[in-house]
């Protein structure tokens, strides 16, 4: 896209932004009625959509300027090219964060303006002042990285670097200051002996922000960003390499299909703990939200999230399984007995140590660290070795116990209050649906895949790749990671919003609209998956106008001037 | 093809092991079925891993390949998240009903007190007016007919019964997400109440209610440091709905039940 639509887009974004927040002073405004999905899926979809594209924007440069700074520091081009490339369809999707936002700010005024007015009046400098600045500061740092990029080459590449870093730092911080009114309608201030209303009259925005969820929604959403941002990457190799015929550019976009495929399964690895990080605040805040997630309305949203970590986890596995099919010499690769041992014994001594040393006992540590280190601290004394091929099979089927643990339920039942015996588990089995199994399950998945990455790494230490000979199915395993991850993303966003009840702000500011009940899974399924492929066909086209545009065609010779009238 | 057969005959006895293995420990069928269904998963896992490798495509073949990828992950996500057990909305809406009135009524309310101010400053500037026309001889001004205040009596609600609301209020509140009473509910983060009437008074319970810090309970003393007890519903609920509740849960004295005692710290 040209830089005019792009400013256009922009500009549409902000004009919709200010307009909103002009438009909220308005008293009285009566609320609109979105025929067919109702007021508050008509917010659902144009908040995700928004948030989708710019977990994007936020995410990508992270790992774009890590590229950009490895390709500087090894001199491999290929890593400039990947930071570039990512770069060109960050710009396009910011234009679309800056629309759906203004969008969002208007369909959330139209619809629940008094909600709306009394949000923007508490946190009036965060969205008149600050994140406008941040927003404009952000914009035009990003399309000067973007236009400084074949002109700051050389001598002047740490600074363009630098320019990258300092777009990263606008970035996180405009996260954060959104993050302060997004965490306090989850976990608004509140005090001991005191109601939230009194208590809020005299809290300062300060307070307002840093309320209970406001740092672990900050790191979670962090990470999640670059996870995102990862796959997305591996998304637009798999696109990339799919529509091309040339082994050169083959072999580039399997390597890129591979690295963004690293960056976001590294992230991924922290996803679980940074989700219960946000989840136990949550229920360290007010303890009736854990059960109403975990027991009761929500539960089977935890088991959808459940079966698509599970995924996600086989799949990525699967990509590092076929990576190694295509390293010549991969066969040679041995590792100690003690590694799949630790796996398989992981989930069951875990769930033991976790039931009796509670997280954050530090004494979990002191069992549990010995073990998982014990391949690289004994692995050496033990001279019995197993192939890389037995190990990997060995981490797939712990793939599948860790996700059958994460899976199994107290009972089959929507809620608490349907459960009966026949779909109980037996009270001997219980353990299996508290949350030490479910740490135990999370961790296994996390483990596995660290291993099967270190067997990775002494494979192309030992052998050779063969970039550009990878089974053509990993192209459909990025596709495949990218959605399921946005998919993912979308459906636990839809739970952090329904935990606010039957309010706008938890306990705060009721939701008297006939639309404030929980939804089902299979309704929140629908408009999931509609706001994914909406997201997606935008992607897919910001990938199609940008990089094919910038690849052309093989230059065709001019013809001789053939002179008029030749036959 | 002989390696993928093996491996579906282990897969499917896996399966029917773990079938068996979990009907001797009695497992409902649900579940049963649910671990039959990992070792089908674990099997099409290790067939996929050994599968012969796809051909490679380019153009309009690759183009189609991915969107009819993409409509499979579509229908399979919808279609997985509508196997699992739906929740009613239906079974809420008429609790967020009841939950949510006595706060809307306030809302309501909030709106006619503020009309009722304004009527009585009208009224306020009218009886000055007439005063002054009283003053300037006038003796012609209407009498002034005072608009009142809201008009209607004083609502007294019938007493109603006690003991229904107290439950409604149990449901309401969704006090057995924590608490076990009458062996439904509670997963161990509350205290037992079978027996809360012999060790507690109506009035202890309705202050453990609004104020959880007020009372430890034996047992629960980590949960008591870590402030478990929503403190939350003093602003939630009614004092009528409280004292209902506490009158309610003050009937239960069934001593088989061995439900702790609580020590007042406040």
Same mark, same amino acid.
């Given at each position: 896209?040209?830089?005019?639509?792009?400013?256009?887009?922009?500009?549409?974004?902000?004009?919709?932004?200010?307009?909103?927040?002009?438009?909220?002073q308005?008293?009285?405004?009566?609320?609109?009625?979105?025929?067919?999905?109702?007021?508050?899926?008509?917010?659902?979809?144009?908040?995700?959509?928004?948030?989708?594209f710019?977990?994007?924007?936020?995410?990508a440069?992270?790992?774009?300027?890590?590229?950009?700074?490895?390709?500087?520091?090894?001199?491999?081009?290929?890593?400039?090219?990947?930071?570039?490339?990512?770069?060109?369809?960050?710009?396009?999707?910011?234009?679309m964060?800056?629309?759906?936002?203004?969008?969002?700010?208007?369909?959330?005024?139209?619809?629940y303006?008094?909600?709306?007015?009394w949000?923007?009046?508490?946190?009036?400098?965060?969205?008149?002042?600050?994140?406008?600045?941040?927003?404009?500061?952000?914009?035009?740092?990003?399309?000067?990285?973007?236009?400084?990029?074949?002109?700051?080459?050389?001598?002047?590449?740490?600074?363009?670097?630098?320019?990258?870093?300092?777009?990263?730092?606008?970035?996180?911080i405009?996260?954060?200051?959104?993050?302060?009114?997004?965490? =306090?309608?989850?976990?608004?201030?509140?005090?001991?002996?005191?109601?939230?209303?009194?208590?809020?009259?005299?809290?300062?925005?300060?307070?307002?922000?840093?309320?209970?969820?406001?740092m672990?929604?900050?790191?979670?959403r962090?990470?999640?960003?670059?996870?995102?941002?990862g796959?997305?990457?591996?998304?637009?190799?798999?696109?990339m390499?799919?529509?091309?015929?040339?082994?050169?550019?083959?072999?580039?976009?399997?390597?890129?299909?591979f690295?963004?495929?690293?960056?976001?399964?590294?992230?991924?690895?922290?996803?679980?703990?940074?989700?219960?990080?946000?989840?136990?605040?949550?229920?360290?805040y007010?303890?009736?939200?854990?059960?109403?997630?975990?027991?009761?309305?929500?539960?089977?949203?935890?088991?959808?999230?459940?079966?698509?970590?599970?995924?996600?986890?086989?799949?990525?596995?699967?990509?590092?399984w076929?990576?190694?099919?295509?390293?010549?010499?991969?066969?040679?690769?041995?590792?100690?007995?003690?590694?799949?041992?630790?796996?398989?014994?992981?989930?069951v001594?875990?769930?033991?140590?976790?039931?009796?040393?509670?997280?954050?006992?530090?004494?979990?540590?002191?069992?549990?660290?010995?073990?998982?280190?014990?391949?690289?601290?004994?692995?050496? =004394?033990?001279?019995?070795?197993?192939?890389?091929?037995?190990?990997?099979?060995?981490?797939?089927?712990?793939?599948?116990?860790?996700?059958?643990?994460?899976?199994?339920?107290?009972?089959?039942?929507?809620?608490?209050?349907?459960?009966?015996?026949?779909?109980?588990?037996?009270?001997?089995?219980?353990?299996?649906?508290?949350?030490?199994?479910?740490?135990?399950?999370?961790?296994?998945?996390?483990?596995?895949? !660290?291993?099967?990455?270190?067997?990775?790494?002494?494979?192309?230490?030992?052998?050779?790749?063969?970039?550009?000979?990878?089974? =053509?199915?990993?192209q459909? !395993?990025?596709?495949?990671?990218?959605?399921?991850?946005?998919?993912?993303?979308?459906?636990?966003?839809?739970?952090?919003?329904?935990?606010?009840?039957?309010f706008?702000?938890?306990?705060?500011?009721?939701?008297?609209?006939a639309?404030?009940?929980?939804?089902t899974?299979?309704?929140?399924?629908?408009?999931?998956?509609?706001i994914?492929?909406?997201?997606?066909?935008?992607?897919?086209?910001?990938?199609?106008?940008?990089?094919?545009?910038?690849?052309?065609?093989?230059?065709?010779?001019?013809?001789?001037?053939?002179?008029?009238?030749?036959? | 093809?002989?390696?993928?057969?093996?491996?579906?005959?282990?897969?499917?006895?896996?399966? *029917?092991?773990?079938?068996?293995g979990?009907?001797?420990?009695?497992?409902?069928?649900?579940?049963?079925?649910?671990?039959f *269904?990992? /070792?089908?998963?674990?099997?099409?896992?290790?067939?996929?891993?050994?599968?012969?490798?796809?051909?490679?495509?380019?153009?309009?073949?690759?183009?189609?390949?991915?969107?009819?990828?993409?409509?499979i992950?579509?229908?399979?996500?919808i279609?997985?998240?509508?196997?699992?057990?739906?929740?009613?909305?239906?079974?809420?809406?008429?609790?967020?009903?009841?939950?949510?009135?006595?706060?809307?009524?306030?809302?309501?309310?909030?709106? *006619?007190?503020?009309?009722? /101010?304004?009527?009585?400053?009208?009224?306020?500037?009218?009886?000055?007016?007439?005063?002054?026309?009283? /003053?300037?001889?006038?003796?012609?001004?209407?009498?002034?007919?005072?608009?009142?205040?809201?008009?209607a009596?004083?609502?007294?609600?019938?007493a109603?019964?006690?003991?229904?609301?107290?439950?409604?209020?149990?449901q309401?509140?969704?006090?057995?997400n924590?608490?076990?009473?009458?062996?439904?509910?509670?997963?161990?983060?509350?205290?037992?109440?079978?027996?809360?009437?012999?060790?507690?008074s109506?009035?202890?319970?309705?202050?453990?209610?609004?104020?959880?810090?007020?009372?430890?309970?034996?047992?629960?003393?980590?949960?008591f440091?870590?402030?478990?007890?929503?403190?939350?519903?003093?602003?939630?609920?009614?004092?009528?709905?409280?004292?209902?509740? /506490?009158?309610?849960?003050?009937?239960?004295?069934?001593?088989?039940?061995?439900?702790?005692?609580?020590?007042?710290?406040?």
């Amino acid at each position: 896209m040209k830089p005019w639509p792009r400013s256009l887009l922009t500009l549409i974004g902000f004009l919709a932004l200010f307009g909103g927040a002009a438009y909220a002073q308005v008293p009285g405004a009566p609320p609109v009625e979105f025929p067919y999905t109702g007021n508050r899926t008509a917010v659902w979809i144009v908040a995700q959509l928004h948030i989708l594209f710019a977990a994007f924007i936020l995410g990508a440069p992270i790992f774009v300027v890590i590229s950009e700074w490895l390709g500087y520091r090894k001199q491999d081009p290929r890593y400039d090219r990947l930071a570039k490339e990512v770069t060109k369809v960050t710009v396009i999707l910011y234009s679309m964060t800056a629309l759906t936002g203004g969008l969002f700010i208007f369909v959330l005024l139209a619809t629940y303006p008094q909600f709306t007015t009394w949000l923007i009046n508490h946190f009036f400098m965060v969205f008149a002042v600050i994140y406008p600045l941040l927003f404009i500061g952000e914009t035009f740092v990003l399309y000067t990285y973007f236009y400084t990029w074949d002109d700051w080459k050389g001598n002047k590449k740490a600074r363009h670097i630098a320019l990258g870093v300092l777009l990263n730092l606008i970035g996180t911080i405009t996260l954060f200051v959104i993050d302060g009114p997004t965490s =306090f309608m989850n976990t608004p201030v509140k005090g001991e002996g005191i109601s939230p209303a009194e208590f809020l009259e005299t809290a300062t925005l300060w307070d307002k922000i840093y309320n209970y969820t406001w740092m672990p929604l900050n790191v979670h959403r962090l990470v999640g960003n670059v996870t995102f941002g990862g796959f997305i990457a591996g998304m637009i190799a798999a696109y990339m390499y799919m529509s091309t015929t040339k082994d050169e550019e083959r072999s580039y976009y399997d390597w890129m299909g591979f690295v963004g495929n690293l960056i976001g399964v590294g992230a991924l690895l922290f996803l679980p703990f940074m989700g219960y990080l946000l989840s136990y605040e949550l229920c360290d805040y007010d303890a009736s939200i854990c059960p109403y997630m975990m027991a009761d309305q929500l539960s089977m949203f935890f088991e959808m999230q459940g079966a698509m970590i599970g995924l996600i986890f086989l799949a990525s596995n699967y990509y590092i399984w076929m990576s190694m099919k295509r390293i010549q010499g991969v066969e040679k690769v041995r590792m100690t007995i003690l590694a799949p041992i630790v796996m398989v014994t992981l989930p069951v001594v875990m769930t033991k140590v976790m039931t009796d040393y509670p997280v954050p006992d530090p004494m979990s540590l002191a069992f549990l660290l010995p073990m998982l280190l014990s391949p690289v601290i004994f692995g050496r =004394f033990i001279p019995i070795t197993v192939s890389a091929r037995t190990i990997i099979k060995v981490g797939f089927l712990m793939i599948v116990v860790g996700d059958a643990i994460w899976m199994t339920p107290h009972g089959f039942v929507p809620t608490g209050a349907k459960l009966v015996a026949e779909l109980e588990l037996p009270s001997d089995w219980n353990f299996l649906a508290l949350m030490p199994a479910k740490n135990s399950a999370a961790f296994t998945l996390v483990f596995v895949t !660290v291993v099967n990455y270190v067997i990775y790494n002494r494979a192309i230490s030992q052998g050779t790749i063969v970039w550009g000979r990878i089974d =053509f199915v990993s192209q459909f !395993v990025l596709i495949f990671l990218a959605f399921s991850a946005i998919w993912t993303m979308g459906l636990m966003g839809a739970v952090r919003s329904l935990l606010r009840k039957y309010f706008h702000t938890y306990n705060l500011m009721p939701d008297f609209t006939a639309e404030s009940f929980t939804p089902t899974l299979s309704y929140s399924a629908w408009w999931i998956t509609g706001i994914t492929v909406v997201f997606f066909s935008v992607v897919s086209f910001a990938i199609f106008v940008t990089l094919r545009a910038s690849h052309p065609k093989d230059h065709v010779p001019e013809g001789s001037p053939v002179p008029a009238g030749a036959k | 093809m002989g390696k993928a057969i093996f491996k579906i005959i282990i897969g499917l006895l896996v399966g *029917a092991g773990l079938w068996v293995g979990t009907m001797a420990l009695e497992f409902p069928p649900v579940f049963r079925w649910m671990f039959f *269904a990992y /070792a089908i998963l674990g099997t099409v896992v290790f067939l996929v891993l050994d599968a012969p490798s796809m051909k490679p495509m380019n153009g309009a073949k690759a183009f189609g390949a991915v969107l009819v990828f993409y409509v499979i992950l579509c229908v399979v996500y919808i279609a997985g998240a509508s196997l699992w057990p739906q929740y009613d909305p239906e079974d809420e809406k008429g609790k967020i009903e009841k939950l949510l009135k006595a706060k809307r009524e306030a809302s309501e309310q909030g709106k *006619a007190d503020e009309l009722i /101010a304004r009527v009585k400053a009208l009224d306020e500037q009218a009886k000055a007016l007439a005063e002054r026309i009283k /003053a300037l001889g006038g003796d012609l001004a209407p009498p002034v007919q005072g608009t009142g205040g809201p008009g209607a009596p004083a609502s007294t609600a019938a007493a109603g019964d006690m003991l229904k609301i107290g439950e409604d209020q149990w449901q309401l509140q969704e006090c057995y997400n924590c608490h076990k009473l009458k062996g439904e509910g509670g997963k161990k983060r509350g205290p037992e109440l079978d027996n809360i009437g012999s060790l507690m008074s109506m009035d202890d319970i309705k202050q453990k209610i609004l104020d959880p810090k007020s009372w430890m309970t034996e047992g629960f003393e980590k949960e008591f440091e870590k402030g478990k007890m929503p403190d939350k519903y003093k602003d939630l609920m009614e004092d009528k709905d409280v004292v209902a509740l /506490a009158v309610w849960l003050s009937t239960f004295k069934n001593t088989s039940v061995n439900t702790p005692k609580s020590i007042k710290k406040k």
